[in-house]
């Protein structure tokens, strides 16, 4: 089963009755001025007065003042080089982890979810599919789609004594460790800044990542001269994949990010061939979110590691620098050198895999950490199954697809019964394994 390869599907499911409703939820779109399709086609006006805030961000460097007159987005806020005091300190510009920000224009709008559509269903391989659709001012529509196997735990072909090939889970249970990052919410009054739409589901609650486009880096490699130094997960290993379209810009999900998150756009956007520690000034053992087998030997325990616990401190001080620095980007009154006010709030959560043993080699996850902005959360008595119930809560940062534009939403959902597609084609391959009592084992 992959959920890399349905999600499409699901947006062009028609007529049924919608079955999910979003209790709480806001967004905020970063069209880019120059690739934006929504801004293109005039599809979305950011001046429509029915946009709960819009405003302009422009960190583009001009020659001379006639340039930025000319060309410069009018009124951007000042988190810029010389759009603000410069005796001011400002420990968050310009972003290291979210550089996009820096490096264009963008017309910026966003406000609550008012979905007037949401559907689940639980299709022919066996995924679980929510979708939704909001009505953006002008008319344009705004849809998301996630999907999750509710059934996920990777597992491994293991030979037995008597010659046998039996399927075994795989590092234990992932979605219970994963759980983990959230469930140490519970009971919690005072959730950290930006997480505080996870307070209903913390408990119990049940943590799937979005990460079917998520791919490791060789911590060997030393130029990205051909760009095939990339490890992407095997289909067993994928939770979940998020996709939509924000009036003309196709985006998908964020998935997670292995190493400084600065340095994965650099790889994504850079020319072939450029050196690593051109971009940090740093090697790549310091770059990527991974202890080798000198700092970490096989068969060690994790969570009493030095590297692991640096690793650890890390990520810590990542994921609340990616929240000062978006923070900063949804602050629109610092236009008037207010106090910097957000109109929206996104944090990621970072995981080290300390619950993994070692065994010494790069490839897999043991001795990595990771960072995740697009996940999932099902509360502890969501059945995720067709007739069943479901309640939780999600957060995606989704990037353009042909474009710079980047778009963040979050929000608590519930659906009353999850429906079956009637729509999907039958999995045959399970089917006609089963008919002929062929045990595949590395298939889910």
């Known amino acids: ?14 007529c049924a009755p919608t079955n999910t409703t979003i209790t709480d939820g806001s967004f905020i779109a970063f069209l880019a001025d120059a690739t934006s399709g929504s801004l293109a086609t005039d599809e979305v006006d950011p001046n429509d007065e029915e946009w709960q805030f819009s405003y302009n961000v422009d960190c583009r460097t001009f020659e001379t003042n006639a340039e930025r007159q000319n060309f410069q987005l009018p009124d951007p806020i000042r988190i810029c080089p010389g759009a603000r005091n410069e005796d001011v300190e400002d420990p968050t510009w310009p972003p290291e982890h979210e550089p996009w920000a820096d490096r264009g224009a963008y017309r910026v709008v966003g406000g609550d979810l008012d979905v007037y559509r949401g559907d689940a269903l639980v299709n022919s391989e066996g995924d679980v599919q929510f979708a939704f659709h909001h009505r953006l001012p002008g008319g344009a529509d705004f849809r998301w789609t996630f999907a999750v196997d509710p059934d996920f735990q990777p597992t491994n072909c293991e030979g037995t004594n008597d010659g046998q090939v039996v399927r075994r889970e795989l590092d234990g249970d992932w979605i219970e460790e994963w759980s983990t990052e959230v469930r140490r919410f519970a ?12 307070a209903d589901v913390a408990d119990g609650g049940r943590v799937f990542f979005l990460n079917a486009n998520a791919y490791q880096l060789d911590p060997e490699f030393q130029s990205t001269e051909t760009l095939d130094d990339r490890w992407f997960l095997p289909n067993q290993w994928l939770s979940g994949a998020a996709t939509g379209r924000f009036a003309e810009d196709l985006i998908e999900e964020r998935a997670s990010r292995f190493g400084e998150p600065g340095f994965y756009e650099a790889y994504e956007t850079l020319e072939p061939g450029f050196d690593p520690g051109d971009v940090f000034n ?6 990527l979110w991974y202890c080798d087998e000198d700092a970490l030997p096989a068969d060690t325990n994790p969570r009493q590691n030095d590297c692991m616990t640096q690793l650890d401190e890390r990520m810590e001080q990542v994921e609340q620098e990616t929240y000062d620095e978006l923070r900063r980007l949804a602050s629109p009154d610092l236009r008037n050198n207010d106090d910097g006010t957000p109109v929206f709030t996104f944090r990621p959560i970072t995981h080290v895999n300390t619950w993994r043993r070692p065994d010494g080699a790069a490839p897999g996850l043991d001795a990595w950490g990771q960072i995740e902005y697009s996940f999932v959360v099902f509360s502890a008595d969501s059945v995720l199954e067709p007739g069943g119930t479901a309640r939780g809560a999600f ?25 079956t597609d009637r729509w999907g084609a039958q999995d045959l391959f399970a089917d006609k394994a089963e008919e002929n009592g062929v045990e595949l084992c590395f298939e889910q």
């Open 282 to 287: 740093n090697p790549v053992d310091e770059i």
């Open 1 to 14: 089963m992959s959920v890399r390869f349905v999600l499409p599907l699901f947006a062009a499911i028609g």
């Open 187 to 198: 009971g919690r009054n005072n959730l950290p800044d930006g997480f505080e739409y996870l």
């Open 395 to 419: 957060q995606i940062l989704f990037e353009g697809i042909g474009s710079t534009s980047r778009v963040m939403v979050k929000g608590n959902f519930e659906t009353e019964r999850i429906r």
